[in-house]
């Protein structure tokens, strides 16, 4: 199945520091998406991009969808204390009988205040 | 409201008995899915229902069956568990495959 790669694995930052991230992939994506873990929890959506070149911020955060269509990356503006967790990268092929979501191994984010 | 949830959270049982556990959705989606997070955080499809249909099966064991009995449920079913189906699993809901909701996952520790 297609594999997705995400680095950094894991990041110490001190706050008011920006953070990026990437995905590649060997495989097309139609769809991307950036997800946030905290401890405990599931993961959230933060960002979807759905079309190749697509810039897309919310808030502090902004990604992009490469436009090969095989890669992204997540920044994060002026971190917080707050922003510490997993983040995921994630990509669908968005076919009728092959939509399944496949999954960064994540990179785990700490921010020294 | 609860968007995604699941039950129980956490999870203790021994080797070869059979276990389930519950998720309810009320979103209204029509895709419900079930996840496996392993020690490392690694997160892998296991199932994919999409009214009551199941249109994803990876390869996990026969002995994790999921079931469906209306389209805002999906349950997963354990028989003969094993040291190494200790993690977490989560439960996720889209609307054509879109936007998934997570639930906040059940832990399950095989001893």
């Known amino acids: 199945g297609q594999q997705l790669n995400q680095s950094p694995q894991s990041m110490f930052i001190q706050e008011g520091e920006d953070v990026s991230m990437n995905c590649t992939s060997s495989s097309i994506f139609n769809t991307w998406l950036w997800y946030k873990q905290d401890p405990g929890e599931g993961p959230v959506l933060l960002i979807a991009?759905?079309?190749?070149?697509e810039l897309t911020s919310n808030g502090r955060l902004t990604a992009q969808f490469g436009i090969t269509r095989k890669d992204s990356f997540l920044n994060i503006s002026a971190s917080i204390p707050s922003d510490v967790g997993i983040y995921f990268c994630a990509g669908q092929l968005g076919s009728y009988n092959n939509n399944d979501m496949r999954f960064g191994a994540g990179t785990r984010l700490t921010v020294k205040p | 409201d609860t968007a995604v949830s699941q039950t129980p959270k956490y999870l203790v049982t021994q080797m070869g008995n059979d276990k389930s556990i519950k998720c309810e959705q009320n979103l209204g989606h029509d895709t419900m899915y079930w996840y496996k997070q392993d020690s490392k955080k690694f997160l892998k499809i296991m199932f994919s229902y999409n009214n009551k249909e199941l249109i994803i099966n990876e390869t996990v064991p026969n002995r994790f069956s999921p079931k469906s009995p209306d389209k805002a449920h999906l349950n997963l079913h354990i028989n003969s568990l094993e040291l190494g189906d200790s993690a977490v699993y989560f439960c996720a809901s889209s609307q054509q495959g879109v936007g998934y909701t997570f639930g906040s996952g059940t832990r399950l520790t095989v001893v």
């Open positions: 991009l759905y079309k190749a070149g």
